[in-house]
């Protein structure tokens, strides 16, 4: 407890000190400005202002972007109005508004002229960059960086030239091209230690850890992150500072080092606080929920997510409510609390529907507007071209009236005039190429959308008709024989109401196993959070898996042969691979006939673990297996003692094998056997800083 005391004590005072100190850095910068007498000097003054809060505090820096605004205008300088574009997108950008924030950029490369400064347009093209990189753009994002560095290159811009290298450094840690992105960081690393630029550093040792985090160097990752936590201490860079201990957080719990992991989402919350982040809070709570998941103190973890709950639905942030109420509906089901997680578990869907559908209409609306953009633009580039046409023949005009007897100056004039119309036209026609070509692109990103509505309302289909049709058969079935066995029960002999008796458990349990399977499907279509994993030994869970299979195995009179050394283990989601290696084997034992043969494998190669389930059964042919993993076909087949099937179990097999980034295939041969081949590769997300 003293302990706990003192850890809590320390965070409220190093944070408290962060406040004071940051306070004290704003107020210089304010004087600085207040007494300026020129103009440009109050410029430099409110774009240091503005720097500065977009750091430590983005809500704050609004108002001074106003007076920003005026005063470039004021000053009728395109270099200071650039600057302004530049301040005013890097706001945008902070506060999440990138669409708003790239339309301010290309504002500003509209207005560029002769006498720009090089390093206002490589600013420009770099933030272009970065803003892309995050819509998840990445050819338009390194075309722009390109454009920036060559321009840096040219005119000895070595601060920029390293922002840029940081940028390309996460593009490529995202494509997974890890050891390039290193090079790009030791590159910026090298620029910004010879400029003693220790903000920028810091930002590069805060990707090198996310970088040395995807490579399972979680220690040299934590050391990259004291680091650059060190530096935005000493700087006090406050929004920095609580990312860094939020990834700090999330590396020392997958290094299994809970309380530390807690202790420092603890900080990242308490600096966050300061810099009135709330969404940042919720998602630092959210993380403090998952590491009490992971020590299986639900009550405690319930207690984390629903603080974060709060702050998200205080700030409408449906992502971030998206994945705290699925985190919160397995915690309870986990806790065995059924009809809590079954609410939390229809409000994630509800929820889903509601973002999805906003998606859409958000989609059209962009389709729409880009086409009435692209109209308007064509009409006044027509216009335009009219009024040069105009011009052309009064200056056509005034010419043969004033120069008659100069024919050879008149067909000069006339030949340079029409070469610049067919030049304006050829440019029109591109643009107008170019516009085209991008509602291309709209219509084909609503063609891929409404194809994902279709398969999701194909997979609702699936769900209910399983529902509608074999869920409901067999409990009516169960029904009618109970009603018949009360209502005849003394007409019917000792042995007619065993048989009755026994139908009756046949059908309770392949009813039992329709809804298990149910069940582990319909959570399924939260998608991919939900996997813990742990290190299993295969040979045990093989043999638990069996051992649960020991009664139809023994009514068939199969023999067994399993190929796995003891010394085998994994890293996955141990009730996923049960599932999988359960459902496998079911079917390996449901279509082999009596005294037939089953083996089960292991081999490892490439970085892979494979699994091969072989049995001597049945086989299928090919549009069987074209079908196995289907959701929309229908291929459930009875088995050699006319066991039935559910049809869902190699769909649940192929969607956590997915999770696990791993493949699932068959090779069957009519009358001869089946082989399934299982792979699962040798696993909280960072987050990254440009």
């Known amino acids: 407890m003293k302990l706990v005391n003192f850890l809590m004590i320390f965070v409220v005072f190093s ?44 809500s704050k820096a609004a108002e001074f972007i106003d007076t920003l605004d005026d005063l470039t205008i004021k000053l009728n300088d395109n270099n200071h109005r650039i600057n302004f574009y530049i301040q005013k997108s890097i706001f945008f950008a902070k506060t999440s508004k990138l669409q708003e924030s790239n339309e301010i950029l290309l504002r500003a490369i509209n207005i560029f002229d002769d006498l720009t400064k090089p390093f206002f347009k490589a600013n420009v093209y770099m933030n272009l960059g970065i803003n892309f990189l995050r819509l998840g753009d990445y050819t338009s994002s390194i075309n722009y960086l390109n454009k920036s560095i060559d321009i840096c290159k040219e005119n000895d811009l070595t601060a920029l ?10 593009i490529n840690h995202e494509a997974g091209n890890l050891s390039r992105s290193k090079q790009y960081y030791f590159d910026a690393e090298k620029i910004f230690i010879e400029l003693k630029q220790e903000e920028r550093l810091s930002m590069v040792y805060n990707n090198l850890a996310n970088v040395y985090k995807s490579l399972d160097s979680l220690d040299l990752a934590i050391e990259y992150l004291d680091k650059s936590i060190s530096i935005y201490e000493k700087l006090k860079i406050v929004t920095r500072l609580s990312t860094a201990y939020h990834n700090k957080g999330v590396y020392l719990a997958g290094m299994k080092n809970y309380g530390e992991a807690i202790e420092s989402l603890n900080k990242s919350i308490e600096i966050k606080k300061i810099a009135n982040d709330q969404i940042g809070m919720g998602v630092s709570l ?12 639900y009550d405690y973890s319930i207690k984390y ?5 709060e702050i998200f639905k205080a700030n409408d942030t449906k992502k971030h409510l998206l994945d705290a109420y699925q985190v919160l509906h397995n915690l309870y089901a986990a806790k065995g609390d059924y009809k809590s997680s079954y609410e939390s578990l229809s409000i994630y869907h509800n929820l889903k529907d509601s973002i999805f559908n906003e998606n859409n209409q958000r989609m059209i609306n962009e389709l729409n507007a880009n086409y009435d953009l692209s109209s308007k633009e064509i009409e006044n580039q027509n216009l335009r071209i009219q009024s040069d046409r105009q011009q052309y023949y009064i200056i056509i005009a005034i010419l043969i009236v004033v120069l008659i007897g100069s024919l050879a100056v008149l067909y000069f004039i006339k030949n ?14 591109n643009k107008i190429e170019s516009q085209n070509a991008k509602l291309e692109i709209l219509n084909n990103e609503l063609t891929t959308a409404n194809y994902h509505l279709k398969e999701l309302n194909d997979t609702k289909d699936k769900y209910f008709s399983i529902i509608s049709h074999d869920l409901k058969g067999p409990i009516s079935s169960q029904n009618n024989l109970i009603e018949m066995l009360l209502n005849r029960e003394e007409d019917l002999t000792v042995e007619e109401k065993k048989e009755y008796l026994d139908l009756v458990f046949e059908s309770a349990q392949n009813t039992y196993k329709l809804l298990e399977n149910l069940l582990i499907w319909g959570n399924l279509q939260m998608k991919r959070n939900t996997a813990h994993f742990t290190n299993l030994n295969l040979l045990n869970l093989v043999q638990n898996v069996l051992d649960n299979l020991t009664l139809q195995i023994t009514m068939k009179n199969i023999k067994l042969k399993i190929s796995i050394p003891e010394t085998v283990f994994m890293v996955a989601d141990v009730s996923m691979i049960a599932t999988i290696l359960r459902n496998l084997t079911n079917n390996s034992v449901k279509f082999t006939n009596q005294g037939g043969l089953i083996e089960i494998s292991y081999s490892h190669s490439d970085g892979n673990h494979l699994i091969v389930i072989k049995d001597s059964g049945i086989g299928m042919n090919n549009d069987i297996i074209e079908k196995l993993f289907r959701i929309d076909a229908e291929i459930s087949r009875p088995g050699t003692n006319n066991e039935k099937g559910t049809g869902l179990g190699l769909i649940i097999c192929k969607e956590f094998v997915e999770i696990h980034n791993g493949k699932i295939w068959a090779e069957s041969t009519p009358a001869v056997g089946t082989k399934f081949f299982v792979t699962i590769p040798d696993c909280l997300t960072p987050e990254f800083e440009a």
């Open 286 to 297: 959210l993380g403090i929920s998952q590491v009490y998941d992971l020590l299986e103190n």
């Open 305 to 309: 997510l629903n603080e974060a709950l």
């Open 416 to 429: 340079r005039t029409m070469k610049k119309i067919n030049k304006l036209l050829e440019d029109n026609k």
């Open 161 to 170: 030239l390293g922002s840029n290298y940081i940028t390309l450094g996460i």
């Open 15 to 58: 944070t408290w000190h962060i406040k004071s100190e940051t306070d004290d850095k704003l107020d210089s910068l304010v004087r600085y400005y207040q007494v300026s007498n020129i103009d440009s000097l109050k410029v430099d003054g409110l774009v240091d202002i503005i720097d500065y809060l977009s750091k430590t505090n983005p």
